[in-house]
């Protein structure tokens, strides 16, 4: 297996990238984390969606699965069953090397995750390799249908992989609304905290999001698009204030598709929202003339409307990104927008002081009040991003909007 240098940037411009059957969706009823349910479940994703890559011999292939590992909270990750099910249906395919890779904000906090989430101990039983992105090598990928980075760095193990399987949790976001297939490729970068700097606009980001699928998929060795599916656990669920202390919720489906914007948007739309309201999903849909209409997809499996139960769904409010900037409509406007925008809170009884959220704010937005002993936030700096919401492991951390309670008496 060749190993590019890392200290050059590989330009992909002349691959366009094509994926099998972008408007298909499959989704399945599983209505548990029983193992031989799970293995049904997935076998039956695999069986409607027919991979091209399964027609080959598989012993000498590298496949990547990437869970989300976010926390070690149940509902925060992808579950440990639907990971090591696949993992097994890999096998008796005759795959050869099997990787499970993931990271979150730092590399002890992934080490962490992926023992408690029971991978690291399912890679060691079964022989797969477990992957911290964060202490991998990154590989520099450029291609000209990047929208708004000049580059974007993914991790060598990706870049090395033939075959990847992406398994995002289906969940809310306090921060960006709703995670998915499109967000679960933000675990492959190397400096979150920096991305949410440079990124701060929330609709960049979310074009920041679909260069980077874009990278995986442009990159590798081969001319061809490298194979990438997606399958989302949406046994059990998380809506309210995910990604990390949001409420349980089940749908009991999995939910499998080539085109990370036709899951999501089926996904979304089985929790009640818009596709369109999403910037990751519409930006990469228009980018590569990806369905995300769910009308004109098609859903073949179990008949979805059966899955479709209203959940709890942050405010689109969040995907606003006001801070006071220096011209005078700016500082005249932006405190009035926000008396409806959500603002983060730092609960005092849940909060440990453990100063993880403050040293992980990409704005430096937290501070220790000395003299009260608490958490403060500086509205000013916030772009609520929820990367404090999403680091904090005491679930001290919400998003309140200020007037929200307010609003039935004045209209
Ligand atoms: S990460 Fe959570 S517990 Fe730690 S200081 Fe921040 S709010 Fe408090
Ligand atoms: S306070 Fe929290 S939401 Fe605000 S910028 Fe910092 S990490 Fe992001």
């Given at each position: 297996m060749a190993v590019q240098k890392m200290d050059k940037v590989i330009d992909y411009s002349f691959k366009t990238i094509q994926i099998e059957n972008s408007k298909c969706v499959a989704i399945v009823r599983v209505e548990n984390y029983n193992p031989e349910n799970v293995k049904n479940g997935l076998e039956r994703i695999i069986k409607l969606l027919?991979?091209?890559?399964?027609?080959?011999?598989?012993?000498e292939k590298l496949i990547l699965i990437k869970p989300?590992?976010?926390?070690?909270?149940?509902?925060?990750?992808?579950n440990e069953v639907v990971v090591e099910q696949l993992a097994v249906i890999l096998k008796m395919k005759g795959v050869g090397n099997i990787f499970i890779g993931d990271s979150t904000m730092t590399k002890e906090i992934t080490r962490m995750a992926h023992v408690k989430s029971g991978l690291a101990d399912i890679a060691l039983r079964f022989g797969h390799e477990m992957i911290n992105f964060l202490e991998d090598k990154f590989v520099t990928i450029s291609h000209n249908?990047?929208?708004?980075?000049n580059v974007v760095r993914i991790p060598e193990t990706i870049y090395n992989a033939d075959i990847i399987i992406n398994l995002p949790k289906m969940k809310t976001h306090a921060g960006y609304v709703f995670t998915g297939a499109i967000k679960n490729?933000?675990?492959?970068?190397?400096?979150k905290i920096s991305m949410h700097r440079i990124y701060k606009n929330k609709a960049v980001f979310q074009k920041m999001l679909g260069d980077i699928h874009h990278a995986v998929l442009c990159?590798?060795?081969?001319?061809?698009t490298k194979p990438v599916l997606h399958i989302m656990d949406a046994i059990e669920a998380m809506e309210g204030?995910?990604?990390?202390s949001g409420k349980h919720k089940k749908y009991n489906c999995l939910i499998g598709s080539f085109s990370p914007v036709a899951l999501d948007a089926l996904a979304y739309s089985i929790m009640?929202?818009?596709?369109?309201?999403?910037e990751a999903i519409k930006s990469l849909s228009k980018r590569n003339s990806w369905e995300v209409n769910i009308n004109n997809l098609d859903i073949i499996g179990d008949?979805?409307?059966?899955?479709k139960d209203e959940a709890q769904l942050p405010s689109l409010e969040t995907l606003n990104t006001t801070r006071t900037g220096g011209s005078l409509i700016e500082r005249v406007a932006v405190p009035i927008i926000r008396i409806f925008h959500p603002v983060i809170k730092i609960k005092s009884e849940k909060c440990?002081?453990?100063m993880n959220c403050v040293s992980h704010c990409p704005m430096q937005a937290l501070y220790l009040d000395e003299k009260k002993k608490k958490i403060r936030v500086d509205r000013s700096k916030c772009?609520?991003?929820?990367c404090c919401g999403e680091i904090c492991?005491?679930?001290a951390v919400h998003q309140k909007r200020p007037i929200s309670k307010a609003l039935p008496l004045i209209f």
């Open positions: 027919k991979p091209s890559f399964f027609d080959d011999d598989l012993t989300n590992v976010l926390a070690p909270d149940k509902m925060a990750f992808t249908k990047f929208e708004v980075s490729f933000f675990g492959l970068v190397e400096d990159c590798g060795e081969k001319i061809h204030k995910g990604p990390r009640g929202g818009n596709p369109e309201d999403l008949n979805w409307e059966d899955f440990k002081l453990c772009i609520n991003c929820f492991s005491n679930n």
